[in-house]
């Protein structure tokens, strides 16, 4: 009875006598239909699938189709755990000719296996498995393709992944590519996000202000000043009109290497091109002269700030009397005290910076 229940034949006692991969179809009523629930037994983790196992998957499988998906997951994430890469891609390959797809969660654990496995192959087809399923892929699904792509040494097996990704996705190729740079930026795989971004000027479609902003904030937070900056040049010149979200980025990492000279020919450059300057642009500036001690620049900013309706944080406000104090302008640090202590409530403060999950 239970082999017929499991969908396999009643010849099948050998499988059961090897422990191999077994379903307990146990049957529940939802709205007056039977359906399976899928129990299994598994087999031992490091053992290699048989021809005679896969064929017994793809008849469970088949013989049970509202749970079919169910049913490869399982068997899809044993193999995982057990290391069996090979047995996965073959898996895969089987439900990739049947356009069947598993669910988000178990495409990242997909993900995560072939790259601690430095299979990069799998990985590659997975991802564009994934991306396939018309799922929507999270930051952490780009992150883990990212972490398991930067092992890979060969350029040329990369820059072929872009190009098939960017195929299988347009006209919407720019949104992910530009989330796998970010994905690689993220870990620091800075050359490697730079080859993409290359690639990108080649392709169907081009490089937009989103990829450009990541760039420059990569290479402004290693330090690689001169390189974001023939970045930012070529993004005017290729047409891109840069955001307060660039020259913010811009701002924040020529202060974080003492060119405040920049940081104010930024300033003038967002003025002039009829931008309006936010609260990141302010507390880089303000807090960036105080720093060193020209309290006057940054009270000059501040009250440009407030003149332009922008309402100050907690922390702009912290960094200016602690300024004023260490520049013996006590006075005023008091009078701005005050000030902030009366304006408490309405003030930006750590709440407003907490991540949305």
């Not at 049913?71 to 891609?89: F, M, N, Q």
């Not at 840069?242 to 202060?255: E, F, G, K």
């Not at 990141?280 to 009270?299: C, H, K, M, P």
Request: charge should be positive; glycine fraction near 4%.
């Amino acid at each position: 009875m239970f082999w017929r229940m499991a969908g396999l034949s009643t010849a099948s006692p050998k499988i059961w006598a090897n422990n191999f991969c077994l379903f307990d179809a146990n049957l529940s009523r939802s709205s007056g239909n039977h359906r399976p629930v899928v129990t299994q037994v598994l087999p031992p983790d490091n053992q290699q699938m048989t021809d005679e196992t896969f064929k017994m998957i793809l008849a469970t499988a088949e013989n049970n189709p509202v749970s079919s998906r169910e049913i490869y997951t399982v068997y899809v994430e044993k193999l995982c755990r057990g290391g069996e890469l090979l047995d996965v891609a073959r898996l895969l390959h089987h439900l990739r000719n049947k356009q069947l797809f598993l669910s988000a969660k178990t495409y990242n654990t997909l993900l995560r296996a072939a790259g601690e496995g430095n299979d990069f192959e799998l990985l590659s087809q997975i991802f564009k498995d994934f991306l396939a399923s018309c799922q929507t892929l999270s930051s952490i699904s780009y992150f883990n393709l990212a972490k398991g792509l930067s092992k890979a040494t060969d350029s040329v097996l990369l820059l072929d992944f872009i190009r098939e990704v960017s195929e299988l996705t347009f006209p919407r190729s720019a949104t992910v590519i530009n989330r796998i740079i970010y994905g690689f930026a993220e870990y620091k795989h800075i050359d490697k996000a730079l080859l993409i971004f290359d690639q990108m000027k080649s392709l169907k479609f081009k490089p937009d202000v989103i990829t450009y902003n990541t760039v420059l904030a990569m290479l402004g937070q290693a330090g690689r000043l001169d390189e974001m900056l023939h970045e930012f040049a070529a993004m005017k010149e290729a047409g891109m009109v840069p955001d307060i979200v660039s020259y913010n980025t811009l701002i924040n990492s020529s202060r974080k290497v003492g060119r405040l000279d920049l940081c104010l020919m930024f300033l003038q450059e967002i003025v002039e091109k009829g931008l309006e300057p936010d609260l990141r642009t302010y507390t880089a500036l303000i807090d960036s002269f105080g720093r060193l001690g020209n309290v006057e620049e940054s009270l000059r900013l501040f009250t440009d700030m407030k003149r332009r309706s922008i309402c100050p944080s907690i922390y702009v406000y912290r960094s200016l009397i602690s300024n004023l104090k260490k520049a013996g302008k006590l006075e005023l640090a008091i009078n701005l005290s005050a000030e902030m202590n009366s304006r408490a409530s309405d003030l930006v403060g750590p709440k407003d910076f907490k991540v949305k999950k």
